[in-house]
């Protein structure tokens, strides 16, 4: 059984960071590919940033030039840093892991709990 654990959410003022963490178990953590998501109130969930089993990442439009995804597979661990947050950055941010093994192109199966981010002043 996977499970994943996020945390670094909180209130930052706008222009501020954040570095969001999540702690995997339960696969071997260096076959599988990584993803950040989010939802804010009254909007689907949408993809910030993903990156592959291999280390290859990749940003939606809302994440380029602000924020940067990274692993550490010795820890099991995928991080988000997040800089000049904007207040439509608000949001639950989750972590997923895709569903395949060496399969960059599944689908995300496995999902933390979330932790929340409010960029305000």
């Known amino acids: 059984q996977v499970t994943l654990v996020e945390s670094g959410g909180g209130l930052v003022e706008p222009g501020g960071s954040l570095r969001l963490s999540c702690s995997a178990s339960g696969r071997i953590f260096d076959n599988y590919g990584m993803g950040w998501f989010r939802q804010a109130p009254g909007k689907e969930r949408e993809l910030v940033a993903s990156?592959?089993?291999?280390?290859?990442?990749y940003y939606s439009d809302i994440a380029k030039d602000r924020f940067t995804i990274s692993r550490d597979n010795a820890k099991n661990m995928v991080y988000l840093q997040m800089n000049n947050l904007k207040r439509e950055d608000t949001a639950v941010y989750y972590c997923?892991?895709?569903?395949?093994?060496?399969?960059?192109?599944?689908?995300?199966?496995?999902w933390g709990q979330g932790t929340q981010v409010t960029v305000s002043s």
């Open positions: 997923a892991q895709r569903a395949v093994a060496y399969v960059d192109h599944s689908s995300f199966d496995a």
């Open positions: 990156i592959s089993w291999t280390g290859g990442p």
